[in-house]
């Protein structure tokens, strides 16, 4: 079978055909970075009630009109709102009531004056040294959302703040996607688990650890079926195991063409099976198969762990995002920063290279300085910060050209 | 008392001052964002064998010397790399032996011809039509990591390339620190639990979700203590049971005078009790109480929950990572952005402002654009990707100026 090989552009177009996975209910507790299955609307106005902002005195604000240090106004203390409850009594024209930051607006009150303008009279008047406008320290009822109002939309992941939000309107049970299930099979006559000593000519499995931590980073629930010989029964007995209940399969392995070529073999095995791309235009990464398999797509990935990475960032990231049914909107950000190249940078024209790079800050600006070494090297990888994309249209990137760096994850804040 | 209010970099000054956490010992597959509470040294060379970066022939490099196409050299067969086995045989002058991708490099060779430059002649003999150079496609022996090399410096943040090495060198048990846990404590007669529907005057508890998921989101553990009456003797009892096991307590609640003058009281009631931090130079999040009570450092957050949150993306976040033990070099990048603001925003000096806002991208670039609203609002919070600095010795800023946005949250990646 011919196979051309496809752009990234082509492989990112045909993941977005696959479909997000099914929802569940779990309790709010457990909802950060979860992904909404449904928009949520506000069943009440929120603030319930017209709250002050400030410690004060809740007013007619047109009692105060005109109030000066030099010319203070003089209103009858009505009491005091006490917090969590009614106020006991209404503000009428010259009149006010003590309230705290939070407290219930009384009737008739419509501004709070802060404390530090008012002074007390008597037991029963105040000064007022200020003029306050109508509204001034009240957050309005539902000035934050309205009863019937959207407040997320489908596809939203959910924050800390947008946990805040869902508390405050007493919404307990969250509808999200599941977590993708990810079933993770390492291959490779070589490979041994990694709590034996290899002979030689023997590695240790590097790849199940390192793609289980990315599905856990992404989100996703890994589900690591070990290790697999380069045998097409054992092969097809694993994969059509981890297919029945797992959302998609990465089988990683195979960088020989004898290998790539039985991960084909096994997955042809398998009925309805449609080889989708066989080769993308990128290095490293450049043998990666995909499949679809029923509705499921199934991975062969590189067996060099630094290209497999890559394709995990390229593709599986965006993949799991669409599996999770995030929703990212047109206008949002990449998980990228700009930097400027430290040094010139060769590439081969006709595929999209992926450089690796350690991000430092001089004089405010990111540099990126390549990280050189083979493509197989895992050193490479942990010595760098991020990727830095060079187009297949160019025959390189120059030292001082500024470049944008995919993140391999957000780099702490040091504040 | 007298408190001067602090600046911010006087509060990140005294929060360097805490210790990290104790450490313990976990397995690798639950390592992923743990932080290294020792460095680690590699036991072995990695690989520990030279090995093929590509399908080929194992060959001696001078013996391709001035091969070309018009000028093949021929070299007799000495059999096949299996994968995995030490190879059977050596390469001498004259001799090639096939071999995979990630196979074992037979002694006497020093190179390997990619497999598209060789052509068999008949069963015992290859053409080879290309030159290699001495360790072409070669990784070499400990070409990774050498014995006894520092691999990770205590306080590594671990990711999933840096997991995918630890697998590689057989470490399975992981020397890290314990995560911090967090006592929150939430307090204010006026708020009830979630469940219950707010009668008048009365608001759900949105900090303590808002604070919980902030802590689990920096990696730490919220211990939710619920709710608590503004009652000295209630709150003096739940503050006293966290700080026997928690490592540090946060009590939000207290915007009124009132009340933040009643959580003073009940830290001073413990013994050894040193109040820090008494007021902050900034807006919104002034109110904001430190204590060291022990080893251990409370919290008094303002019940604003967008206030707490600006103070907790501010100072509880690299709190938490002190306590974590989290090194962040020097050289390290915020996680932040470089954006283009899109109103004039102004500002009073003498504290730092912290603006809401929300981004775009336009023609490659970022946009900010201020969330507008009264500070109180959780809706500003909800709406908005991240936060700008004015910094107090300055009036504001203006439309079309470049500043730095704190990431509430890393932004998808939308590749």
Not at 4 to 16: D, G, N, R, Y
Not at 17 to 31: L, N, Y
Not at 350 to 376: E, H, M
Request: proline residues 5%; glycine residues 10%.
């Amino acid at each position: 079978m011919f196979f051309k090989v496809k752009t990234s552009e082509e492989v990112q177009e045909i993941l977005k055909g696959f479909k997000p996975v099914g929802m569940e209910t779990i309790p709010i507790s457990e909802a950060l970075n979860r992904v909404l299955a449904k928009e949520i609307v506000s069943q009440e106005d929120m603030p319930g009630f017209s709250r002050s902002s400030m410690d004060g005195y809740a007013v007619r604000a047109k009692d105060t009109f005109g109030a000066a240090d030099s010319l203070p106004a003089f209103l009858d203390l009505a009491g005091e709102v006490i917090m969590g409850k009614e106020p006991d009594g209404r503000v009428i024209s010259g009149k006010a009531m003590k309230i705290s930051t939070g407290g219930m607006i009384p009737d008739g009150a419509d501004a709070v004056v802060m404390l530090e303008y008012c002074h007390s009279v008597d037991e029963k008047t105040i000064e007022v040294s200020r003029t306050v406008a109508p509204l001034e320290n009240i957050i309005g009822k539902g000035d934050d959302f309205r009863k019937g109002e959207v407040i997320f939309k489908k596809g939203t992941v959910l924050r800390p703040q947008d946990i805040g939000l869902l508390a405050g309107l007493g919404i307990e049970k969250i509808p999200v996607y599941r977590k993708p299930q990810v079933g993770i099979i390492s291959t490779g006559d070589e490979v041994v688990p990694i709590h034996q000593k290899p002979g030689p000519g023997q590695v240790r499995d590097i790849n199940s650890y390192t793609l289980s931590a990315f599905c856990l980073q992404a989100g996703a629930i890994p589900v690591n079926l070990g290790l697999c010989k380069d045998n097409f029964e054992e092969m097809r007995e694993k994969a059509g195991k981890v297919l029945e209940f797992c959302d998609t399969v990465w089988i990683s392995g195979g960088s020989s063409v004898g290998t790539r070529d039985m991960t084909v073999k096994v997955l042809e095995s398998f009925d309805g099976m449609e080889l989708l791309v066989h080769g993308i235009a990128i290095s490293p990464g450049k043998p990666t198969i995909i499949a679809r398999i029923g509705s499921k797509a199934v991975f062969g990935l590189p067996g060099h762990v630094a290209s497999a990475m890559v394709v995990a960032e390229i593709f599986l990231n965006p993949f799991l995002a669409v599996l999770s049914g995030k929703v990212l909107s047109s206008g949002n950000a990449h998980q990228s920063l700009q930097a400027v190249l430290e040094r010139n940078v060769e590439s081969v024209s006709g595929r999209d290279d992926y450089i690796r790079v350690k991000l430092c800050q001089r004089n405010g600006k990111y540099l990126a300085d390549p990280v050189f070494g083979k493509s197989g090297l895992i050193s490479t990888l942990v010595e760098a910060d991020g990727l830095v994309k060079i187009d297949r249209n160019t025959e390189g990137l120059y030292k001082g050209q500024t470049v944008s760096v995919l993140l391999f994850r957000p780099v702490e804040n040091e504040e």
